[in-house]
């Protein structure tokens, strides 16, 4: 079965930085673009930073400037690196993976479990 796993996230003070890793597991033959996604308090869920399967990226205006995502193809892997972090990207964080192709699915949009991002002023 096919699933995301993100790890990273946590407690931070105002101006610090914070990784976010994701990797898709799974009989997986391709992916289309990884990603991440979050939602502040109160706000729907919006884009932070994407990878297509191209190569080009995807920044969110708010993260521009601080934010970089990385993927690895190979590895099926996502990071996102947030660097001067305000108290303004408070929030919960989902990795998302679509088009992905597997053994047992055709085109599956996935997501992860959420992982919180705290900071501090």
């Known amino acids: 079965q096919e699933q995301v796993v993100e790890s990273g996230g946590g407690f931070v003070q105002a101006g610090k930085s914070l990784e976010l890793s994701c990797k898709v597991i799974?009989?997986?033959?391709?992916?289309?673009?990884m990603g991440w996604y979050r939602e502040l308090p109160g706000k729907e869920r919006e884009m932070v930073a994407v990878?297509?399967?191209?190569?080009?990226?995807k920044i969110a205006h708010s993260g521009k400037g601080r934010f970089t995502i990385t993927r690895d193809y190979a590895q099926k892997t996502v990071r996102l690196q947030m660097n001067n972090l305000g108290p303004e990207d408070t929030g919960v964080y989902y990795c998302?993976?679509?088009?992905?192709?597997?053994?047992?699915?055709?085109?599956?949009?996935?997501w992860g479990q959420g992982t919180l991002v705290t900071v501090s002023s």
């Open positions: 799974g009989n997986i033959y391709s992916i289309g673009s």
């Open positions: 998302h993976a679509d088009r992905v192709i597997s053994l047992t699915a055709r085109d599956r949009i996935l």
């Open positions: 990878a297509m399967e191209s190569g080009s990226t």
